[in-house]
């Protein structure tokens, strides 16, 4: 018999934009605890998007997330021996977290000088709809797109 499901943990708020989402970002940019060297990164980052777009940074943080979340994805079902790639819709708290962490590893794989110019060029390709999050999507949405003929398979 399977356990009972644990709470989901609330993230707290960012105390500098009061918003949950940029508390999320700055705990997946953080590496071996190190929180107060993410909030740099991701506020500097934030600094550099305002002086870019000339626009409230936070607006620019939430359509990129809005941009390079998916919409549908890929899960493997096995059904009868076989396995099959059945596309479902994804659920919002995961979209985000997808999206978080592909900006964040396509941000860092960027040629740029510091990890915060890095994230502020992919916060702002993503916000325009283009950089390797968007691409990353598109191709999870072909995937889907591809495997249609699975979606009876659905749980």
Known sequence: MRKKRSDKRRTSIDPRFNDVMVAKFVNNIMIQGKKNTARKIVYEAMEIVAKKTEQDPLEVFRKAIQNASPAIEVRPRRVGGATYQVPMEVREERRAALAIRWLKKFASERRDRSMASKLA???????????????????????????????????
Do not use: T, Y
Not at 127 to 147: Q, S, V
């Open 121 to 155: 060029s992919e916060l702002l390709a993503a916000a325009n709809g283009e950089g390797g999050a968007i691409k990353r999507r598109d191709e999870m949405h072909r995937m889907a797109d591809a495997n249609r003929a699975f979606a009876h398979f659905r749980w």
